[in-house]
C-alpha cells in the first residue's frame, strides 16, 4: 500500500487517507438517493438509476485513485443531471434513451479532447489570477452548497432569504457547525468527520436522523436491465440520426452538456489541486509533455472523461469530479487510497441504503461549509486595488455560487478577463485559448437562448 500510493512521499498516511475517504462519502452520499429521484422525472426506473449511479460512482473513483492515485471522488453531477431532465427531455422533448446517448457521445469527446491534451492545455492557459479567483470561488460554491442543503438559505418570494429558525433540521444544523468550527479550531484530528457522526447521532432524538425511501438490493439488480446498454439499442443512439433535421438540436446538446463537464472538472482540479499541493510544481512541468500520461494531472482529467461515458452505459447523466471531494481533501486526502475508500464506501451502499439514506443534509452541510472557509483563503493571493485584475476575479469567483456552476463562473470570468485586457490594449498577452474558450462559452449561452 504504501508503495502503491507512496503515502510518506504526500505526506499522509493510511489512516489519514481512510478518514479523509469516508469524510468525503459523507458529504456526497446524497447523490444515492437524490440522482434516481431528479432522473425517474423522466421515466427512468428509480432503482435502475440507483445502481447505476452506484455503479458510476465505484467505477470512476477508482480509476481516479488507482491510475491517477489523486484524492478525488466521481459521481453523477448535481446540475448536470437537471440539465438532462428538464432540459434535454422535457424542453427539448428527447426520450431519456436519447438523452443517455448524447451523456454517452459527450464522454467520447471529452476522452478525445483528453488523450489529444487539449484540456490539459486550458489548465496551463489560465492566468494565476484567475486560477485563485476559481481557487476562492469553489469554495464559496461549496459553502452555499452547504447552507442550501440545509436549508438555512432560501427564497422567499423569489428573494433570497435566511430561513425561520423554526425547524429542529436548521437548529440541528447549527450545532454541527458549531461543533465542527470549535473542533477545527482546536486542531483535532478527524474533526470534520467527527462533526458529521456526532451531527448524525444528535439528530436521532430530535427527529431529523430516519432513514429515507429506498429499494433493496435484489430490486436494484432486477431494475438494471431496463437501461443498462440501452444507447446501442434501437432506441438509444441510431436514433438519435434518424431524424436530420434534429440534428444540429442535437450537436448543440451534445457541446453544451460537454462545455458544462469538462469546466466543472477543470475549476475542480485547480480549485483544491492548487492549495492542497496535489498537483505539484514537477506534475506541473510533467504536464508539458507532448505524449502520454506521465503527471497527475492527465491521469487525472483521463479518469473523469471516461467516468461520463462508462455511467451513460449503465443509465445515468453525466458523471463527473465531485467538488464535495474537497471535504476530503481538507481532511487530509492526498492519494488516491482517499479515493478507494470512497469507491469502497459506495459499494457499501448498494446494501445499506437506508442507513446511508439516513444521514440529514444538516449533519454534511456543517462539513461542505467549513471547508468553503478554508478554500476562500485562495482570494489573498489576488490584487484585489488592481480593478483590471479584480473583475475577472470578482465574476470567476462569484458567479459559481451565484449561478450555481463552476463552469458558468469560469465562463463570465474569461469573457470579463478578455474585455479588460482589450480596454488595457493587452489583448495580445491573452492566450489563444482563452479566446477560444470565452468565444465558446458565448456561443453556448447564445445557442441556450435559442433552444
Excluded at 18 to 47: C, D, H, K, R
Excluded at 225 to 238: A, D, K, R
Aim: aromatic residues 12%; charged residues 10%; neutral net charge.
Amino acid at each position: 500500500m504504501e508503495k502503491f500510493f507512496k503515502l510518506k512521499e504526500n505526506g499522509t498516511t493510511a489512516l489519514t487517507e481512510t478518514v479523509a475517504g469516508i469524510t468525503t462519502f459523507f458529504t456526497m452520499a446524497y447523490i444515492i438517493v437524490v440522482n434516481p429521484n431528479v432522473l425517474s422525472q423522466a421515466g427512468m426506473e428509480w432503482g435502475a438509476v440507483f445502481l447505476a449511479t452506484i455503479i458510476a460512482s465505484i467505477i470512476g473513483t477508482l480509476v481516479m485513485g488507482l491510475f491517477a492515485n489523486v484524492p478525488y471522488a466521481q459521481a453523477p453531477g448535481m446540475g448536470l443531471n437537471a440539465f438532462f431532465v428538464y432540459t434535454v427531455c422535457f424542453a427539448l422533448g428527447f426520450t431519456w434513451q436519447q438523452a443517455l446517448s448524447m451523456v454517452f457521445l459527450c464522454g467520447i469527446i471529452n476522452i478525445l479532447i483528453t488523450v489529444t491534451k487539449l484540456r490539459k492545455f486550458i489548465i496551463r492557459s489560465i492566468p494565476v489570477s484567475l486560477q485563485n479567483a476559481i481557487g476562492g470561488g469553489i469554495g464559496v460554491f461549496v459553502a452555499y452548497i452547504g447552507l442550501l442543503n440545509a436549508g438555512f438559505i432560501g427564497f422567499d418570494s423569489g428573494v433570497p432569504a435566511m430561513a425561520t429558525l423554526n425547524q429542529p433540521s436548521l437548529w440541528l444544523f447549527l450545532v454541527g457547525l458549531t461543533l465542527t468550527i470549535v473542533l477545527l479550531v482546536c486542531n483535532v484530528k478527524g474533526a470534520i468527520l467527527i462533526g458529521i457522526v456526532v451531527t448524525s447521532l444528535l439528530g436521532i432524538p430530535m427527529g431529523v436522523t430516519s432513514s429515507g425511501d429506498s429499494v433493496s438490493f435484489s430490486q436494484a439488480c432486477a431494475a438494471l436491465p431496463t437501461t443498462f446498454g440501452v444507447i446501442f439499442t434501437s432506441q438509444g443512439l441510431p436514433s438519435l440520426f434518424q431524424d436530420m433535421t434534429k440534428l444540429p438540436l442535437v450537436l448543440i446538446t451534445i457541446f453544451s452538456l460537454s462545455i458544462s463537464d469538462t469546466f466543472d472538472t477543470i475549476g475542480g482540479f485547480i480549485g483544491t489541486g492548487r492549495r492542497s499541493g496535489i498537483f505539484s510544481a514537477e506534475d506541473e512541468k510533467a504536464m508539458a509533455s507532448s505524449s502520454g500520461f506521465k503527471s497527475k494531472m492527465d491521469k487525472a482529467l483521463f479518469a473523469d472523461a471516461i467516468a461520463t461515458s462508462v455511467g451513460a452505459v449503465f443509465g445515468t447523466s453525466n458523471t463527473t469530479t465531485f467538488v464535495e471531494s474537497a471535504a476530503g481533501i481538507e481532511a487530509g486526502g492526498r492519494t488516491g487510497l482517499t479515493s478507494v475508500v470512497v469507491s469502497l464506501c459506495f459499494a457499501l451502499s448498494a446494501f445499506l441504503a437506508s442507513f446511508i439514506s439516513a444521514i440529514p443534509s444538516a449533519a454534511t452541510a456543517p462539513a461542505l461549509v467549513v471547508v468553503g472557509i478554508m478554500m476562500t483563503s485562495a482570494f489573498k493571493e489576488i490584487r484585489w486595488e488592481d480593478f483590471s485584475e479584480a473583475v475577472p476575479a470578482f465574476f470567476a469567483g462569484l458567479f459559481m455560487a451565484l449561478c450555481y456552476s463552476i463552469s458558468y463562473g469560469i465562463a463570465f470570468g474569461f469573457i470579463s478577463y478578455c474585455i479588460v485586457k482589450i480596454c488595457r490594449r493587452q489583448a495580445g498577452t491573452v492566450h489563444p485559448i482563452i479566446w477560444t474558450a470565452s468565444a465558446l462559452f458565448i456561443l453556448n449561452f447564445a445557442l441556450l437562448a435559442v433552444i
